[in-house]
């Protein structure tokens, strides 16, 4: 992936080609470097899996299944530009047909492995509850995340209206796919954009994660970060947030309504998301109480009295 990062950016560079209102190599350079972090994270799960276990043996083995569905998935993406058609939805040929079944099948393999790792993980016995949890919850918010990507391959209404139509489905929900859209990102700013809450979702692999070791690295300077326990709630208030957030996106995705033009239901939706994680966070921040003290044992002489 960071080769194919590299060798995107010189597409982008020297080759004006444009594809549905971006330049070509647009796609292949945002998947690449999306992939770079999601592998990574990936990977360093995995390794949390106890070695001596059968578990770290199906873990490796679902890795690298990840590993060549994503690999099958940027060669089609690749080849799809060299070509200079359209890879996702495309049906407008045969050959395109065959393509983007086969990408559909490798994606659907990827999850159906990723879901094998996130069990793993479920069950894996690790030390740290905060990293435990921080790793598990983050790896079902990345599966949902993924999952969004499903949606996409439903017919718009447009699509419908035309017999053997060349191009089923759209990342755009209200307005056709290339209209105006966000620099670098390609979202759409006219309608609601399925690529938002697919991207938010998937990359918290790595955001909570690294949430985590950003609250490890102060807890020398903070005595309650220190506490495993405040960590863990703080953990468990960041998932829940984030989990919300993402509900929130693909909600927002599916009425039609781009990101930052959002109505009154989407934000008050938005205020509630910040308040309860506001006092969620508050919350857990408080210093837990210390455990009771065993109660001293009676002296002999009380024993002898009573």
């Known amino acids: 992936m960071v080769a194919l990062a590299l060798v995107s950016a010189v597409g982008l560079a020297v080759d004006d080609r444009i594809l549905v209102g971006v330049p070509i190599w647009t796609k292949p350079f945002k998947f690449s470097v999306s992939l770079v972090a999601y592998t990574l994270s990936l990977a360093w799960m995995i390794s949390l899996l106890p070695t001596t276990h059968r578990a770290h043996r199906v873990g490796w083995w679902a890795g690298t299944v990840v590993a060549v569905s994503l690999t099958v998935e940027m060669v089609l993406i690749t080849l799809q530009v060299v070509r200079g058609t359209q890879s996702h939805f495309n049906h407008a040929t045969p050959f395109d047909n065959a393509v983007f079944q086969i990408m559909g099948a490798s994606i659907a393999i990827l999850w159906l492995s990723a879901l094998v790792i996130a069990v793993l993980l479920l069950r894996a016995r690790i030390l740290d509850r905060a990293t435990a949890w921080a790793v598990r919850l983050s790896s079902l918010i990345a599966l949902a995340g993924a999952a969004v990507g499903f949606l996409m391959v439903r017919p718009t209404p447009e699509q419908l209206a035309v017999d053997e139509a060349p191009i089923t489905g759209s990342h755009s929900v209200g307005v056709p796919d290339g209209g105006p859209s966000m620099p670098l990102t390609g979202w759409s700013t006219t309608g609601g954009d399925l690529r938002i ?110």
């Open 197 to 306: 809450p697919h991207f938010f979702g998937m990359h918290a692999l790595q955001l909570l994660p690294l949430l985590l070791l950003v609250l490890a690295a102060l807890a020398p300077r903070f005595a309650r970060l220190a506490d495993e326990r405040v960590r863990l709630r703080l953990t468990l208030t960041a998932a829940g947030t984030y989990a919300a957030t993402f509900a929130l996106l693909t909600w927002q995705a599916l009425r039609g309504q781009a990101l930052f033009s959002p109505d009154a239901a989407t934000l008050a939706s938005a205020g509630a998301i910040v308040l309860l994680g506001g006092a969620a966070t508050a919350l857990s921040l408080r210093t837990p109480a210390p455990a009771p003290a065993p109660a001293p044992a009676a002296s002999l002489a009380e024993e002898v009295s009573a």
